[in-house]
């Protein structure tokens, strides 16, 4: 049992970074962005193909993940720069699956739908599993904190102003005199960096990655996370990581106790039950459970009179 | 030289020719009006110039510079701002945060220097909040400087625009109906608002459709119809040109 319970730690971790990630593209920019499970899916491969083939170092290999993954981000972002909404989510929805299938097919790149499996993990022959389990816990708990410090400065900076202005009005924005286009593309480079980043870090701990793992149901969870934790809330992002995690996982002890129904409805009930606590957290907290707020820094305490006018312009 | 030239714009929207060859001067350290009938093309013309519609042809010159199809932040950070004339303060940011979108210059909107909170970055967001705040003030929108926009009233929208351009320090503000759907007091106040503006060296071209208003503020009135320009000169003149009478009227069919 404790055993599980690291592992599902890590998982967690993971869908944490993820939807870290995706706060600062969809929560903050307001891009709503369903190709995440691709970025994470290009980050393991690159980091497993990349230890695995050429005998790369780990965490060069998930360097090299988070990197190449972010460049896939600013590539999808400059494709998608005049999309919005339904139609932005739609392309980023065929990248991912565009992705998928490749791998699927392209049985050179890295053995089709066998996919890889044995991807080094760290001191995974020394420390044994239960160890090493622990371990990687430790790493992905790092990482999600170093991400969550990094998140708050960018989205609490004048940066991340731009960002929930683009959320608010594209048009004002522009006018305000900031170039829009290239803050997209900024926003999709760090968001898809740390989607990349979780996503090398899951090959290395699982040791096994395959096309069938990146299907659209890991975005959903992901952005099911943000919804009910809170968009646009580092905190919210994590507390929704956690939780998410956490019921997908109890559930799965609560439907053998249903008396009278095959293992094919228990499946189904489960995403049942997953919709039904959806619907009952956002109906109570519509911003989710920790709602994001407005930043307000503190003012400066000038003397009344000399505020009075502001200095000539020119 | 005018602080803005426009000369022979042209824009169309499919069929509808807006701008048919529109030419517009505005002198620097005045208020210009635009005025016109409904449709007569004054938005188009403002979105031409600002950048947010490119024009199809013409000249556009604002100190000395063709600007003519260059993107609105480019034309922002030249010196020239517009207000948009159904107020769009940005509803889920604050007013403070509203107001120092604006600002020009601050490093802390590249990554690095946000990621890593340089000097440089933490300084500007000093001046530009000394900056907002004391713009906040002069517009009496410091009480409600910490609300979210989409709290505002009608009219402290209206005064959030302004509050925005002037951040930007701005040569010359364009300003789309300013008082329309204010209350009469807060409009006279909004008026004395421009005037002292203009006072501190800042050129204002307005589009009005409150005629007391024009007459009040405005140095120079020009009057635009059917996508070209029809008439300039003071309030008074125009208010008594007859082809200026007939574009808002109509034309006299039976004589006297």
């Known amino acids: 049992m404790e055993h599980y319970l690291v592992a599902m730690g890590v998982t967690a971790g993971i869908y944490a970074m993820m939807a870290l990630g995706m706060n600062v593209i969809w929560g903050k920019a307001g891009l709503i962005n369903l190709g995440l499970v691709g970025f994470f899916a290009v980050g393991a491969y690159t980091s497993g193909l990349l230890t695995l083939r050429l005998g790369w170092p780990i965490p060069l290999g998930i360097a090299a993940g988070t990197l190449v993954a972010s460049l896939v981000g600013v590539l999808v972002a400059m494709i998608t720069v005049r999309l919005r909404g339904d139609y932005l989510a739609i392309v980023t929805l065929g990248f991912a699956e565009t992705m998928r299938i490749v791998m699927s097919n392209e049985l050179w790149i890295a053995n089709g739908t066998d996919g890889l499996s044995g991807i080094p993990g760290p001191f995974r022959q020394a420390l044994g599993p239960h160890l090493f389990n622990l371990q990687f816990l430790g790493i992905v708990t790092a990482a999600t904190v170093i991400l969550f410090f990094l998140v708050e400065r960018l989205v609490n900076s004048p940066f991340g102003r731009v960002l929930r202005g683009i959320r608010d009005d594209e048009q004002v924005v522009q006018v305000a005199g900031k170039n829009v286009v ?129 200095e000539r312009v020119r | 030289m005018a602080l803005l030239e426009v000369s022979g714009v042209e824009r169309a929207f499919y069929g509808v020719h807006a701008l048919q060859g529109a030419d517009l001067k505005v002198e620097a350290g005045r208020i210009t009006g635009l005025i016109g009938p409904n449709g007569a093309g004054k938005t188009t013309l403002f979105n031409c110039i600002t950048g947010v519609i490119p024009p199809d042809r013409g000249r556009i010159v604002f100190d000395g510079r063709d600007i003519a199809g260059l993107r609105p932040d480019q034309i922002t950070r030249l010196g020239l701002v517009r207000t948009f004339q159904i107020a769009r303060g940005l509803p889920r940011l604050s007013v403070l945060d509203n107001l120092m979108l604006y600002g020009a210059d601050q490093p802390g909107e590249d990554m690095v220097p946000a990621l890593f909170r340089l000097p440089k970055a933490l300084e500007r967001e000093e001046v530009l909040l000394a900056r907002a705040v004391a713009i906040a003030r002069r517009l009496n929108l410091f009480h409600v400087i910490r609300n979210p926009a989409s709290d505002l009233s009608g009219g402290q929208k209206k005064l959030l625009e302004i509050g925005r351009a002037l951040m930007t320090e701005p040569k010359l503000i364009l300003l789309d109906e300013p008082v329309a759907g204010v209350n009469p007091t807060l409009a006279r106040e909004i008026g004395e608002h421009l005037k002292s503006l203009v006072a501190d060296g800042i050129t204002i071209l307005l589009i009005e459709h409150h005629m007391d208003m024009v007459a009040r503020l405005c140095d120079h009135v020009v009057v635009l119809a059917e996508g070209r320009h029809l008439a300039e000169g003071s309030f008074e003149e125009m208010a008594s040109d007859t082809h200026v009478q007939e574009a808002y009227m109509g034309r006299r069919k039976w004589g006297s």
């Open chain 1, 182 to 310: 290239t803050f997209k593309i900024k926003a999709f480079a760090f968001g898809t960096a740390a989607l990349g980043l979780a996503g090398a870090l899951y090959g290395h701990f699982t040791s096994f990655i395959a096309p069938d793992l990146f299907a659209p149901l890991l975005t959903l969870y992901v952005k099911l996370s943000l919804l009910a934790g809170g968009l646009g809330n580092s905190i919210g992002a994590v507390v929704g990581a956690v939780l998410v995690v956490f019921f997908l996982e109890s559930t799965r002890f609560i439907i053998p106790l249903v008396p009278g129904i095959s293992a094919v409805q228990g499946a189904a009930l489960r995403e049942l039950l997953i919709a039904v606590a959806l619907l009952v957290v956002l109906r109570f907290y519509a911003r989710g459970l920790v709602p994001e707020s407005i930043p307000q820094p503190p003012l400066p305490t000038a003397p009344p009179e000399a505020a009075v006018a502001i």
